[in-house]
């Protein structure tokens, strides 16, 4: 059975830094599709980035520059470096795996369409 589980959000003032952590258990095989979307209330839920296959990233570009998105494979986890955070990046962060190949990456990520999600972690970023 393949869970995800995010953790590490939480409360910050503007300009400050957090790290998500996305636990995967179960299977999750190494070439799988990886990616981190939020949802602020009221919002549709948004692309924020993601690890294709050969684990090259792709952000957003509201987060270009300060989110680093990585994979410890040996830990099974997925992770979400946050800098320089600003009050719109207040949101629930989801991270997502896609184990089925046939379409890229950026297939998946552009539609959000993962087999798997996590139930979320919120940020809240205020002064």
């Known amino acids: 059975e393949v869970q995800l589980a995010e953790s590490g959000g939480g409360a910050v003032q503007p300009g400050g830094s957090l790290t998500l952590s996305c636990q995967f258990s179960?299977?999750?095989?190494?070439?799988?599709?990886l990616g981190w979307f939020r949802q602020a209330p009221g919002k549709e839920r948004e692309m924020v980035a993601d690890l294709d296959r050969d684990r090259l990233p792709t952000y957003a570009p509201r987060v270009l520059g300060r989110f680093t998105i990585s994979a410890d494979i040996v830990k099974n986890a997925l992770l979400l470096q946050m800098d320089r955070l600003k009050p719109e990046d207040t949101a629930r962060y989801y991270c997502?795996?896609?184990?089925?190949?046939?379409?890229?990456?950026?297939?998946?990520?552009?539609?959000?369409?993962?087999?798997?999600w996590g139930q979320g972690t919120q940020v809240t970023v205020s002064s």
């Open positions: 179960g299977d999750i095989p190494r070439r799988s599709c």
């Open positions: 997502a795996a896609e184990p089925r190949e046939g379409y890229s990456c950026d297939y998946h990520y552009t539609r959000q369409l993962y087999t798997y």
